[in-house]
């Protein structure tokens, strides 16, 4: 049962979440599929909301009538990332909405720790990009996790880097993997974005401050 008094911490997801990447993320994979003939739309770009890169390779390789060794499969998935990371260089301050600024500084003021937990490996890039590391206390990412969403080990990782019990935490997710990750951890959860109306979701958020009305 959610006990609002109980709750010390805000765990968000990055992408999708606190910026959106989405669009980048697509120019990226769809530069690579284009290189190496693959068929590769907007609508298959949806599935790799959350989804680690390897895992995001495999999906779009599904199109492909050519198998890949795991040596080949890691350097294109290097290619995909040199471009992203090129595209990443030209985000600023404006890629995080004041919405989202105001919302953060408003649940410090409440005392909420918050944390991201983003699948990325990029997210140190992303979030010095956009000026946004200073609204949180921990960060936990790809670059700590060896299982990616649905498994919630970077959740658990960004739990513990508060000091805090899962059930005295909310997951933010706009991807249904990670709302999955985050009942796996025994986390309350809140949809957002693509995932929004999620029926394994504790909360529903139309709008980024609505965490406002909740917490
Ligand atoms: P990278 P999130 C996820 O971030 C993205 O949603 C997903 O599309 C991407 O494949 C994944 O990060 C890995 O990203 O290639 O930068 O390590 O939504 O968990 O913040
Ligand atoms: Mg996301």
Redesign the pocket.
């Known amino acids: 049962m959610f006990d609002k008094s109980k709750i010390k911490g805000v765990i968000f997801?990055?992408?999708?979440?606190i910026c959106s990447?989405?669009e980048l993320?697509y120019q990226a994979w769809k530069a690579l599929a284009d290189e190496i003939g693959v068929y590769f739309d907007r609508q298959i770009n949806g599935r790799?909301?959350?989804?680690?890169?390897m895992a995001?390779l495999e999906i779009i390789l599904e199109k492909s009538d050519k198998t890949y060794s795991e040596e080949e499969k890691l350097a294109l998935a290097e290619k995909k990332?040199d471009v992203?990371r090129k595209l990443l260089g030209k985000m600023g301050p404006e890629d995080v909405s004041d919405e989202v600024r105001s919302t953060l500084v408003a649940l410090r003021e409440r005392g909420y720790r918050l944390s991201i937990g983003?699948?990325?490996?990029?997210?140190p890039l992303i979030l010095e990009r956009t000026d946004a590391r200073r609204y949180f206390d921990a960060v936990s990412d790809?670059n700590n996790i060896t299982r990616s969403?649905p498994d919630p080990e970077?959740f658990l990782k960004a739990a513990q880097f508060l000091n805090l019990d899962p059930c005295e935490c909310v997951v933010v997710e706009?991807?249904t993997a990670?709302i999955d990750a985050g009942v796996a951890g025994g986390f309350f959860t809140a949809a957002i974005g693509a995932a929004c109306g999620y029926e394994r979701a504790d909360f529903n958020l139309d709008t980024f401050s609505d965490l406002l009305g909740i917490l």
Do not use: I, M, P
């Open positions: 997801d990055l992408d999708g979440v990447t989405d993320h790799l909301r959350g989804v680690s890169r995001s990332n992203y983003s699948s990325s490996k990029n997210t790809g969403k970077v706009d991807a990670g």
